[in-house]
């Protein structure tokens, strides 16, 4: 085999729900996964040695070493691999998941680099066994390899599908002018906690353990967008806002605008608005993108599926 491209999504937490933090440093989270129609696309051919290149997106702000978390996958699957042949793999990624956005670019890569590796090397390990291995390099890689609407526990690598009939979503995201470091969230979210535990709007009060929002469950069975909307939550937001003040007026915008409903994606800081139908989301998009309240915005739907081959030869 030549080569091997797979297509994967970037993700959204429709309910992301954080406990205090754990003795390794990550904390245990419930959250509500959905992927969506804005895909990266990365293919793996045989080469002397291991190598990547990385196009689009915010290319330059991505490792072309091995701390590239595609190269990092494939580091751990050959480990589990004795068969591949000798030699390395070069990576392409062509990006559209924006970087260090909340959106877990870095997570799909690796996802998809697991699944073009494995079809490449012919290793015929299952989807779990991928997103074991996955979930050493980064806590998102295992919903990457899933996909659709799925309930995340532990550190959000264990997946639990969620029962969703056929509806699409239509969402709008508005793009940051800047990034925000996951790890410098969790640790603002800790801060604010510690400062203000009582603080209902400084998320689950510290020391609580978080917990699946029924209410959202029922509104995504039910397909209803509007009670959707006015479930989305994620307690990583203050954090962030309080890191980036100017997604205050980004997410004030797109309510203002007509959105059912807005939210910091995951670390952020991507605000992401929920629309009505397709028709909306276009209005929405436009509007917000005249508003001056973002760098750049994107339409997509979802869920869509989890990463897969799209060719091979
Ligand atoms: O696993 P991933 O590389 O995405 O995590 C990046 C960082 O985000 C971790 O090093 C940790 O600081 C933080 N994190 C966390 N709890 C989680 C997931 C991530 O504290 N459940």
Redesign the pocket.
Known sequence: MTGVTVRVPAKLNLQLA?GP?RAD?????VTVFHAVSLFDQVTVEPAARDGVTVTGEGADRVPADQDNLALRAIAALRAEVPDQGTGGVHVTIAKRIPVAAGL?G??ADAAAALIACNELWAAGLTQSRLAAIGATV???VAFALLGGTAVGR???EQLTPALAPATQYHWVLAFADGQLS??AV??ALDRLRAARPADPGSGAGAGAEPDLDAALMSALRSGDAARVGQRLSNDLQPAAVSLFPALRKTLTAGLELGALGALVAG?GPTCVFLAANAERALELAVSLSGAGVCRSVARVSGPVPGAAVVSAG
Request: no cysteine; proline share 10%; glycine share 24%.
């Open positions: 954080v933090p440093g990550y904390h245990d989270l877990a870095g997570s980064g806590s998102d532990g550190r959000g996951t790890p969790y640790a670390s």
